[in-house]
């Protein structure tokens, strides 16, 4: 494919590694609650993330609820965290916080930048694409993010649902981000790793949606759009 005019960028799990693949790093957190969740064994730690992330997914399933807990993503963990012990029994609000914050405070420090994700960013400004970064979350939480990887001064535009007042899918967060870099739909692409934000929501409007897929997910079942292209490394987008 010839490059685009324009280029919208996710940032979450496709520039950094932020939330992807949770079982694993609840299990690695979950461990370390052993004692006070009396979970002395795997199958016992296990039974505690079913039922964390199980709540965690009818919160996030729900798409007005998701986008209230997007700009409060600790908050949200906390009443997941909360209502998943419960189902357990173990109704202590204490110990849930104090799980769901530690788990918080591991994925800030374990956030990555994908290796080639400044290289790929940057040569593409150089062969004269106009790139902007649109993320949904917080302001603070995201702008932190954009400061930890050096990615602000690499993007004509940065827009954030905190700061713009919507998020992806609604439409009018890439009608915006198009008119900034003053592009048209059917000049640009959009990456990134969520298959309703970032292929079927900006393919309503005519753009490319360019799915990023590093795990080899594959395509939801029953969906309903087909990626532009599947990408699982940012460099592709280089290769043509
Ligand atoms: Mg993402």
């Not at 960028?9 to 694993?24: G, S, V």
């Not at 189902?87 to 405070?105: H, N, S």
Request: hydrophobic share 45%.
């Amino acid at each position: 494919m010839p490059l685009p005019r324009a280029i919208l960028f996710d940032l979450d799990d496709t520039l950094i590694r932020a939330y992807a693949q949770p079982e694993e790093a609840w299990r690695r957190l979950l461990a370390t609650f052993a004692e006070p969740l009396a979970a002395h064994d795997e199958p016992a730690i296990e039974r505690v993330r079913v039922a964390l992330m199980d709540a965690a997914r009818g919160m996030w399933s729900d798409p007005v609820s998701a986008a209230r807990w997007r700009l409060d993503i600790p908050g949200a963990r906390r009443l997941a965290t909360r209502q998943g012990l419960a189902t357990l029994g173990l109704d202590d609000a204490g110990l849930a916080d104090r799980i769901a914050d530690a788990f918080t405070e591991m994925r800030r420090a374990e956030y990555r930048l994908y290796p080639d994700a400044h290289d790929t960013v940057d040569a593409l400004r150089a062969a004269g694409v106009k790139l902007a970064l649109v993320t949904n979350g917080a302001a603070e939480t995201q702008r932190a993010k954009i400061e930890r990887f050096d990615l602000a001064h690499r993007f004509e535009h940065i827009q954030i649902e905190g700061e713009f007042g919507q998020g992806k899918p609604e439409l009018a967060v890439y009608r915006h981000a198009l008119d900034k870099l003053g592009c048209d739909a059917c000049d640009a692409w959009m990456v990134g790793d969520n298959y309703e934000w970032e292929v079927v929501a900006p393919q309503k409007l005519g753009m490319c949606g360019i799915w990023y897929d590093p795990f080899e997910a594959g395509v939801p079942a029953g969906a309903t759009h087909t990626p532009t292209r599947i990408i699982r490394r940012l460099g592709e987008l280089l290769e043509g």
